[in-house]
């Protein structure tokens, strides 16, 4: 890791000291100034760092993003905007986030069941602390996480949920975050904070978005922590589309305990630079994990997805399946990391990327990892990058087909495989509608 510049330090360490002085819980400085330590003491990661070693971060390290402005007056976005932005359903609980401020007008989350709490991070300091001091920062402690700490020493708001135990949320939980033109320049940091307890059900959807290219860079940089109950499910589902003058960052720390399920899956098509990280723990017997995505780049975006699966308990499954599709002069990366304790006997573990590369200028970095420490184990991994296959786009076209359309029609089916992992209709359907829509449009500007 290399260490910031001294001006970019002494800009956060201004900027901190400022959002400080806000207040808070009597914990909370505490917190916020070990995070801001740790993030002081790592700097930025830099390719030397092997988990970074495909993804330079200096256009993000060289500059200073400040806080994003808090905004005076009412919303400048209608519901009518917020849909036409994202992928939504009305039955949807929905908070909604306008360049990391909450905006209450434009969200809607009543008729949740009696005991299931979602409020802000800014409301559930006030009338909860004692809960978000138990859980914020267990699972995303920032140890050697750069963006980790910088996001729990800057994080002003951000969305918790506590599922007490037995309880079904029926309908899907739609965190919105969309950055707008005041955004420019900014960093914005959102916290998701989930506690699901036993044999509760929750399905999470976050979206990340913005009205336009604004010329200027942003960062997003978001972190969840998820605790999964014995028993519990969450389906969790992240959407990036965000602008390509943005950056982005996105970690999720999860923690399962016996017999739960959980199920991810991440979408990324937008920002210059993007990196997801999910990162679980099966810490209890028979449990269940599903990592899934797709992502969608060309001109010279940057999209890295690290996935890292920590088998600690008997008789647990993870399935991983990841896939991407790169035109222009983009470039995507897939590392992916199965480890599996002594202790983790009947361990079943499968990891699946495949990459189509749309341009003899793309290029694909994947690295999937097994390290097992255990001798009664079912565990494969396996890679492809490849282009469209000739003789299926022959045999296309001599059934009538047009050049274009074959493509296309390939293209899609390639990304069909992992969309159809997808539980929720309304994100299924709207995802398949966008991604043949962007296929379509690209085919017909190359020809």
Known sequence: MATATKATSEAYEQAFAALRASGGPAWLPTLRREAMDRFSALGFPTTRNEDWHFTSVTPIAERVFKVAPTRSGPATLSPADVAALVISDPDWHRLVFVNGRFEASLSAFAGLPADVRVTTLADALKESPEFVAEHLGKLASGEGQTFTAFNTAFAQDGVVIHVPGGEVVEAPVHIVHIADAQAAGAGIHPRLLVVAEALSQLTIIESFASTGSFGAAYLTNAVAEIEVGNGARVDHYKIQRESTDAFHVGTTQVRQGRDSRYHSFSYAAGA???????????????????????????????????????????????????????????HGVFNGKVYVDPVAQKTDGKQTNHALLLSEHARVDTKPQLEIFADDVKCTHGATVGRLDEDALFYMKSRGLGAENARALLTYAFAAEVLETIEVDALREGLEALAFARFTQSFGEQH
């Open 272 to 330: 210059a630079i993007s990196r997801t990280n999910v990162y679980t723990q099966l810490a209890g017997e028979n449990g269940e994990t599903r990592l899934n995505g797709l992502y969608l780049i060309d001109g010279t975006q940057h999209a890295d997805h690290q996935t890292f699966v920590e088998h600690l308990s008997p008789g647990c499954a993870s399935r991983e399946l990841y896939k991407g599709i790169l035109d222009g002069s983009s």
